[in-house]
Nanobody
Framework: QVQLVESGGGLVQPGGSLRLSCAASGSIFRIDAMAWYRQAPGKQRELVASISSGGSRNYADAVKGRFTISRDNAKNTVYLQMNSLKPGDTAVYYC?????????WGQGTQVTVSS
């Protein structure tokens, strides 16, 4: 079994920054891709950013130029640096890991952008 534990969410003012972390543990042979999704109240879960095992990155248009995804393969950890945050970024952020046989999700961490 594989567990993903997110941390780093919280309340921040517009224009501020937060850094999310997600550590994977358990029976891990290899993690292919890792990603961050978010879900705002009343909306569907959407992809925010993803990163392959080789470091190729993909971003949603809404966060390009403001968010940066990175990963530490030795620690099975993925990060999301979020800058210039906007109220529209308010959501529960979920970590996702793609392993050879299955996808896994974290429990989510709340990010609230408000003055």
């Amino acid at each position: 079994q594989v567990q993903l534990v997110e941390s780093g969410g919280g309340l921040v003012q517009p224009g501020g920054s937060l850094r999310l972390s997600c550590a994977a543990s358990g029976s891990i042979f290899r993690i292919d891709a890792m990603a961050w999704y978010r879900q705002a109240p009343g909306k569907q879960r959407e992809l925010v950013a993803s990163i392959s095992s080789g470091g190729s990155r993909n971003y949603a248009d809404a966060v390009k130029g403001r968010f940066t995804i990175s990963r530490d393969n030795a620690k099975n950890t993925v990060y999301l640096q979020m800058n210039s945050l906007k109220p529209g970024d308010t959501a529960v952020y979920y970590c996702n890991a793609k392993l050879p046989l299955a996808y896994y999700w974290g429990q989510g961490t709340q990010v609230t952008v408000s003055s």
